[in-house]
């Protein structure tokens, strides 16, 4: 029995042995920079020329790559496109020959940043163009679900939400057309340059905060910003004189109608209780009015005076015209007897 044991024990050291004649990678990092996730990993015994082998895991993903002689390499293609926003690790082992080393491992990375991952990684924000229309800021970039082939089985519906911020102030958009362009609607004050920054908050991708995009106003952008507020208010002005003038014009014309200006202002003023109550000087002026007789009705008078011994009832019965004057400019003519 123990002249079996020896030569067992024998073989367990020398396999230990080679084993530790190629040590592991060291030092294994992951890089997400957009789209481009890179490994990174060093080795001490760089004269044994090893191969490395690569495996990378998730919930949904498993990929394997033997026989890397670089130390490192680009995961990108194994993780896009993607549909399933996986956390992601890197198993990582050296061989020379047939020797092969011990795994090394990589901390947790994720795009979703809904997971729980020591890396998260952020895509970045499409390139954002500025423009000044009517004194206000319009952004303009690419919907990155239409832009960027990685993406195409991430969002079916193609729908952008993403936010503007100018200050401590944010402007919520959603888009689904290839180029996403909105008018931002801020207020600006007077300044040298006009700067916004933009962030994407779409579902479970994280995009980049932009840093400030700036803008830089022409006197012809101030003169349209001031016109676009003046304008409206010279116009509701415009209207109210307008509205006036149509007023005036149609009571002048019913006073040019040959009426008394009573009749006018009961017209004009059919609910005014007090339009048939003339004032007590008037009323005296028209008493005293003396009858204003023709020369026509004089010879008539006299005629009947000859012809006929009357008494005074019937020269009486004769009508009599008088001007009455019911107001200040205002005379009309009125019948009676004398």
Request: some cysteine; hydrophobic content about 35%; glycine content about 4%.
């Amino acid at each position: 029995m123990l002249s079996f044991c020896g030569p067992l024990a024998v073989i367990v050291i020398l396999v230990a042995e080679v084993s530790t004649l190629v040590p592991p990678p060291e030092n294994v990092t992951v890089s997400c920079n957009n789209f481009q996730t890179v490994v990174y990993w060093n080795y001490s015994e760089q004269h044994q020329h090893p191969l490395f082998d690569l495996k990378i895991k998730g919930d949904y993903l498993f990929e394997e790559i033997s026989d890397i002689k670089q130390h490192h390499y680009d995961l990108s293609s194994l993780i896009w496109p993607a549909k399933e926003l996986d956390n992601y690790f890197v198993n990582l082992t050296a061989k020379v020959g047939t020797e092969i080393s011990t795994h090394q491992e990589s901390i947790k990375f994720t795009f979703n940043k809904f997971k729980t991952a020591p890396i998260k990684c952020k895509l970045d924000f499409p390139a954002v163009n500025l423009s000044l229309k009517d004194g206000d800021i319009e952004v303009e970039f690419h919907n990155p679900y239409h832009l960027y082939p990685e993406l195409k089985e991430v969002q079916n519906n193609k729908q952008f939400e993403y936010k503007v911020m100018h200050g401590n102030t944010p402007r919520p958009f959603k888009c689904t057309k290839t180029i996403c362009q909105e008018p931002t609607s801020f207020v600006f004050m007077k300044e040298e340059q006009y700067c916004v920054s933009l962030e994407g908050m779409d579902g479970r991708l994280d995009f980049q905060r932009t840093g400030q995009i700036c803008i830089s106003p022409t006197e012809d952008d101030d003169q349209m910003k001031i016109l676009s507020i003046i304008l409206p208010m010279i116009f509701f002005v415009l209207i109210i004189i307008l509205i006036r003038v149509i007023i005036i014009i149609c009571k002048k014309n019913v006073q040019n109608e040959h009426f008394p200006k009573t009749l006018v202002l009961i017209l004009t003023n059919p609910h005014d209780k007090n339009i048939m109550h003339l004032p007590q000087e008037i009323m005296s002026h028209i008493s005293s009015i003396e009858p204003a007789i023709s020369a026509s009705q004089s010879l008539l008078d006299i005629q009947e005076d000859e012809d006929s011994p009357g008494t005074g009832y019937d020269r009486g019965h004769a009508p009599l015209q008088m001007d009455l004057e019911m107001g200040p400019g205002d005379v009309v003519v009125g019948y009676g007897h004398a």
